[in-house]
Every structure is written in C-alpha cells, then in structure tokens.
C-alpha cells in the first residue's frame, strides 16, 4: 500500500516561488503518473499537471503552464512541484496524488498549505 | 475543456437515507469517470473508477452508474461517516483533468 508525505506549510511572498516534495513509501511510481492537484479555502479540486517518472514525460494544465515544473527523482519515489511567480490566488492547499495510467487518483498525500501574502 | 457539473450543490439526508448525487460532462467521457469523497481537513479519497468499479476497501453501500455524459453516485443507506463532499472527476479528455465542483452530503 502506497504512502504519499508532503513537505511542510510554506508562507510565500508575491512574486516568489514554492516548491513542494511528495515521498512515497510501500511502493514506487513505476508505471504510474504522479499528478499535482490544489484546493484554493472553499473551493473545488483543480488539476495541475503530471509527471510519469519512468520516463520523465510531464503534461501541464494550460493556466499552469508558464508558472509551474514538476520533476521527478530517478529513484521514482519522490516527485517536487515548483510554483513561480506566486500571486495572493495560489494560496492553497496543494496535494500530489498517484493514480494509473488512466490517470485517476488512486493515493493522496495529506497536503500542503501555501499561503501567498505581500 | 470538459466541463463537469454536479448536483445538487448541497444534499440534506437524514441518516439511513438513501443518497443520489449526479455528475454531467459536457461531451461523453465514455465510462472514464471517478467519484472521490472528501472530508473536512483531509485528501480526497477514491470510492469509484470506471463509472462504476469500486476501489479497493470501500463499501458495498456506495455504487456509480452512467456512461457517456451522465453518472450517478448512490449512497444506499447513509451512515454518519458519510457526510463529506464528493467530487467526480473525468479522465477521457486531457489536458486537463477535470473536476466537478463538489456536492456537499449534509445532515437533515
């Protein structure tokens, strides 16, 4: 059984950048797609991309794309998400999440909260 | 992008009810559609891939039907760890992958 753990809450001015770990334990990423999804305070779930670490191929969401970078680690336990250019909007809680190649989500970390202030 | 729409926005159900939540897409997304419930302070969790294909260790009370652009999730008879938010999601079109916008199962 697959484990995913985030790294810890981050307080982020305009203008910066975050950057978020998700670790997983119990299994690998081999074969599955490791995506990034947010949750704005009150809000529905958005997507923000995917990474497939055996090969490396990413897919952005288009709001995203010029802003965000997911990477991934050869060991394909660990993936990071990286959120330039930070405006009061992305304040979030921002999980990773692991699903097949089909590309639902089948594991969740626990969570991430990013809070964008001047 | 595939927009999809749930409803009711909040759903007030007595405890041993049953519960009908609806999700529509807006071109058909095939059988390609999840169901996740989501309770407060936690990740969403997976209850139904496929339509209608239960993920492992959930329980029998919870089924998903509908194919193309209109899905249901049915809660046969509410126990009172049900009451979340649920999110279906569909996964035939991308990018992006795409949310509805949540119904909310609360008490009555």
């Known amino acids: 059984q697959m484990q995913l753990v985030q790294s810890g809450a981050e307080v982020k001015k305009t203008g910066s950048s975050v950057k978020v770990s998700c670790k997983a334990s119990?299994?690998?990423?081999?074969?599955?797609?490791l995506h990034w999804v947010r949750q704005a305070p009150g809000q529905a779930l958005e997507w923000m991309g995917w990474i497939t670490p055996f090969n490396g191929d990413t897919n952005y969401a288009q709001k995203f794309q010029d802003r965000v970078t997911i990477t991934g680690d050869t060991s394909m336990t660990a993936a990071y998400m990286e959120l330039s250019s930070l405006r009061s909007e992305d304040t979030a809680m921002y999980f990773c999440?692991?699903?097949?190649?089909?590309?639902?989500?089948?594991?969740w970390g626990q969570g991430t909260l990013v809070t964008v202030s001047s | 992008e595939m927009v999809m729409t749930q409803s009711p926005a909040t759903l007030s159900v007595s405890p041993g009810d049953r519960a009908t939540l609806s999700c529509r897409a807006s071109?058909?997304?095939?059988?390609?559609l999840a169901w996740y419930q989501q309770k407060p302070g936690q990740a969403p969790r997976l209850l139904i891939y496929g339509a209608s294909t239960r993920a492992t260790g959930i329980p029998a009370r919870f089924s998903g039907s509908g194919s193309g652009t209109e899905f249901t999730l049915t809660i046969s008879s509410l126990q009172s760890e049900d009451f979340a938010v649920y999110y279906c999601q569909q996964y035939n079109y991308w990018p992006p992958l795409t949310f509805g916008g949540g119904t909310k199962v609360e008490i009555k």
């Open positions: 119990g299994d690998t990423f081999m074969y599955r797609n």
């Open positions: 071109q058909s997304v095939s059988n390609n």
């Open positions: 999440a692991v699903g097949p190649l089909d590309n639902y989500f089948g594991y």
